[in-house]
């Protein structure tokens, strides 16, 4: 059973679109909701992360928004760029130690010139 | 460079043989893991460790053991490779258990 599921398995979007990838989870003890990044031949690498008290975070163009009550929580990128084409993983953990994460399936984004 | 060293790259395997990946940081970090990565199935936890001398199960424990006999190294060993453990497998560190996360950059395992 799938605790975190992800949405859309693959996504193309313009240069200077918005990418928006969703998440979902099961389990209402998570309390730790961060985004990876990962590139070909590389390790993930974290993006942005968010705690439940609060409904949104931005950092630069990314931005995290939360729904606690749909237990749901997804990734915009404003004006994509090229480099910005990578796979993104949600994840969620729960209690002290953030690094024992559940990860969705990934997302695999192409943004096109 | 500070950071995180896997090894082997990669490697291909026989079914039933022994292996070791190997996964050494040197940023003093307290806390390590280890991670296979699967196509369709995103990133699952194997192993982690708390801190030197310590490990613990994560969600897909069976077939690995691992040991931290030091702050450095986070060893993961299949006693006996089967065909299902091909795999990604990426060890990652963190300063404190509920820090931020930094992975190596992973070993592709193929076993046949």
């Known amino acids: 059973q799938q605790q975190v599921k992800q949405s859309p398995q693959s996504l193309i979007v313009q240069k200077g679109g918005i990418s928006i990838i969703n998440c979902a989870y099961e389990n209402t003890a998570f309390d730790y909701f961060p985004w990876y990044q990962q590139f070909p031949g590389k390790g993930p690498a974290l993006l942005i992360a968010?705690?439940?008290?609060?409904s949104e975070k931005k950092e630069g163009r990314f931005t995290i928004s939360f729904n606690k009550s749909a237990k749901q929580f997804s990734l915009h990128i404003m004006d994509s760029q090229p480099g910005d084409s990578a796979t993104y993983f949600c994840?969620?953990?729960?209690?002290?130690?953030?690094?024992?994460?559940?990860f969705g399936q990934g997302t695999t984004l192409q943004v096109k010139p | 460079i500070a950071g995180i060293t896997q090894a082997p790259t990669s490697q291909i395997l026989a079914a039933g043989r022994r292996m070791t990946l190997r996964c050494t940081q040197d940023?003093?970090?307290?806390?390590m893991y280890w991670y296979r990565q699967d196509l369709g199935l995103g990133l699952r936890l194997i192993h982690y460790?708390?801190?030197?001398?310590?490990?613990g199960k994560g969600e897909v424990p069976d077939g690995y053991s691992v040991s931290r006999a030091n702050t450095d190294d986070f060893p993961l060993t299949l006693a006996s490779a089967v065909p299902s453990q091909t795999s990604v497998y990426f060890c990652?560190?963190?300063?404190?258990?509920?820090?931020?996360?930094?992975f190596g950059s992973g070993t592709q395992l193929s076993v046949l």
């Open positions: 968010i705690r439940p008290d609060v």
């Open positions: 460790s708390n801190t030197a001398g310590t490990t």
């Open positions: 940023m003093r970090h307290n806390a």
């Open positions: 994840a969620a953990s729960k209690g002290s130690n953030t690094g024992k994460l559940i």
């Open positions: 990652a560190s963190s300063r404190t258990e509920g820090e931020k996360l930094f």
